[in-house]
Structure formats: structure tokens, C-alpha cells
């Protein structure tokens, strides 16, 4: 692969910017442009090296680009495929990271007729947003939905395929509406509910806020996406209105049926229902897909008193065991220890097991 490849960013955001950091670092020598609104973002982007260039305005920066991609929230996207015709040659590459295909495509096929538009979702994030937040590994082993469009020939679907392959991402092609289903259910509802459940304590609770004091682990967790970008999610739902719709009644049948469970005190069949949707959970694979090195993990109990983390480092250290990275898991409804410990290779991570077991620490593998 070409490494002086030239790329555009508009929004350099959590996406857009884990993607130049990513290609800065898996293409050293690319020339990469960026756009953003505020300034901030492209001046740190310029001290560390990620961009060469930053921009508020579509300008002359965007000639002869290999790849642009349109990295602000979805309709936004949107507003700057006018701008951009006149930059774009047969062989640029426009692309998006949008979590919404099919306005997209309509758009493109409306505003860009005769533009190689190849959509791309990865499908990896955070509920935090922004250029401070953006990392050059969030991509690692996270499944990239492509969504060619009909003008995208089929040479550059393969080069623009094997280039998220470059960046450590793993391809997988979608249409663009069998992309909004799947990620209406799996992402999109799912937000609408952690918002929900969020709304539905702050209704619930009393003056004394008690709910909200005591809310920990388990509430965290499940509703930790409802601390997502405002904007971002607006536009998303109504973008993907249609899908949202028809999986949101899903849901509330599914709510509906556990509800009636729950009020007929049927308790072999709330047994049944919880047992098989454990048995579904549990068969989602935790280990990454693709081609970066796994890491093998074990969880151990600790006592929370100075020194504890430092202890295990030296037993472990004096028998020749590398770590890739320790750190105490942040949940304390967390029934499975409360140290995470990785290791490189499942050697080291069976024999730290053995070894933290003699000197009687509780272990829990990751499986
Ligand atoms: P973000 O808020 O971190 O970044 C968006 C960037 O766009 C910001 O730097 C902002 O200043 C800039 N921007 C916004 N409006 C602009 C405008 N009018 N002109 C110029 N710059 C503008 O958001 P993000 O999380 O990086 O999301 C970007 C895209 O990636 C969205 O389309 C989203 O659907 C998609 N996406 C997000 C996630 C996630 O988990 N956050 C995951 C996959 C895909």
C-alpha cells in the first residue's frame, strides 16, 4: 500500500481523530489534511504530528486527496457534500464514519452523483467525545462496516478495504440498510434505553435523591452510554427514525411479555426466560476477531491497602512473568476480583495463575 497516501478529515473528533492517529501511525509518511469548527482539535493534532495540515474552511487543502472522510455528527455530513464537488476526482475515495448509512447514501446519490462514495462505520467509540479523547489503537481488531456505493468501483472497494485492514480494523460489507437494522438493535435502541432507565430514576426518585446516592455498579454500567454525546444521538435517531421505530416495539413487547411474567408470578418461566438469555450473553465472543495479539486476562481479589498492587508485580516479576497491564476494576458490584491483570501469551497468564493461587489469592480467568 501506497504509504505517501493523502487523506482529509472533516471533523477531527473522538473517530476522526483516533482514524488520523491510527494512519499516522501505520503510515508515517501520509500527508494528512483536517477540518474542524473549533480550533483546538487541529492545533493539538498539529503538535503531535497527527495532521500536516488543519483547516476551518473546505480550501485547496482538499486537492487530490486519496480518501476523505466525513467524521462529524451524521446530518452534518451531510451539509459539506456540496462543498466538496469540486475536489473530488474519479479517484478520490469519499468515505464517512457515520453511524447512519442510508441518509448518506441518499444524499451522496442526490448532491454527488457520479462521486465512489464507500461508507464506513467503525464499530468501536465511546460515550466520550472529542480529539483529547481519540486514541491510535480504539480501531484495533474492531469490525469496520464498509457500504459501497454504485459508483464505487470494484478495484477501490478492494483498496479502500485493505487499507482498514492497515489500520488493524477488521472490513466486513453490509448494505446500507442491512447496516441501520443491525446497528438500530444493537446500538441505537440500546441507547434510547440507557437514556430511558437514566429518565425513569430521575422520575422515580425521591426529594432525598436516595436512588441517585445509591445507584453503583450494576446501573452504571447498563446506562453508562447514556452519557453520550446529546447532538450526536439526536441526529442518529432521527436518521435511522424507521428502524428505531419498528426495534423499539420489539423491545416493548419483550418488556411487555417479562412484565406479565412478573405480575402472574410465573416463576418457572421467568427461571427459563433468564436462563436461556444468560446462555445467548455468554456464547458473545470476548476475544478480539482480528489480527492484533490477543490478550490473555485474569482477575484476582484483593485487599484495598497500600502496596497490594505492588506486591503482585514482585511476586510475579521474580518468577520472569511480564505484564502487559494491572489496574483495579473501577466496579464495585464486580463479583470476579477486583484486579485485572493482562498478560502477552496464555502461558504466562496460567502460570501467574498457579502461582497467585499458592500464595492464596482468588483468581477468576476471563472466560
Ligand atoms: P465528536 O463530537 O468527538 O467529533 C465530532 C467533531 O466534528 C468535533 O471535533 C466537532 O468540533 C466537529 N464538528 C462538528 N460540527 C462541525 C461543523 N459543522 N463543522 C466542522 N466541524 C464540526 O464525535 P465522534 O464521536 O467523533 O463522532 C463522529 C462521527 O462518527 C459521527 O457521525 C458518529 O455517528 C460516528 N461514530 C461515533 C462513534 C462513537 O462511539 N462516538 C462510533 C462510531 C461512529
Known sequence: ??????????????????????????????????????????????????????????????????????????????????????????????????????????????????????GGHPMAGSEKSGYANSSDHLMENAYYILTPGPNAKDKQIKFYSDFVSSLGAIPMILSPEEHDYITGAISHVPHLIAYSLVKMVKDADGEDEHMKMIAAGGFKDITRIAGSDPTMWEQICLENRDNILSITDLYIDTLKELKSLVENRDSKALYSVFRDIKEYRSSFSTQPKGPIKKQFDLYCDIIDEAGAIATIATILSTSDISIKNIGIVHNRTFEEGALHIAFYDEESCSRACDILKRHNYKIYDSK
Do not use: Q, W
Not at 503538535?47 to 485547496?60: C, F, K, L, R, Y
Not at 480518501?67 to 478520490?92: A, G
Open 1 to 118: 500500500m501506497n504509504n505517501n497516501i493523502k487523506v482529509a478529515f472533516i471533523g477531527l473528533g473522538l473517530i476522526g481523530g483516533s482514524i488520523a492517529k491510527t494512519i499516522r501511525k501505520t503510515h508515517p509518511s501520509a500527508n494528512i489534511i483536517a477540518l474542524n469548527r473549533s480550533s483546538a482539535p487541529l492545533e493539538e493534532a498539529l503538535s503531535d504530528g497527527v495532521i500536516n495540515a488543519g483547516t476551518h474552511e473546505i480550501d485547496d487543502n482538499f486537492k487530490d486527496c486519496d480518501i476523505i472522510f466525513l467524521c462529524t455528527p451524521v446530518e452534518t455530513n451531510t451539509r459539506f457534500l456540496p462543498l466538496l464537488s469540486e475536489y473530488l476526482t474519479p479517484d478520490t475515495i469519499l468515505t464517512d464514519a457515520g453511524s447512519v448509512k442510508g441518509e448518506i447514501h441518499d444524499a451522496v446519490s442526490r448532491l454527488l452523483p457520479d462521486a465512489p462514495f464507500i
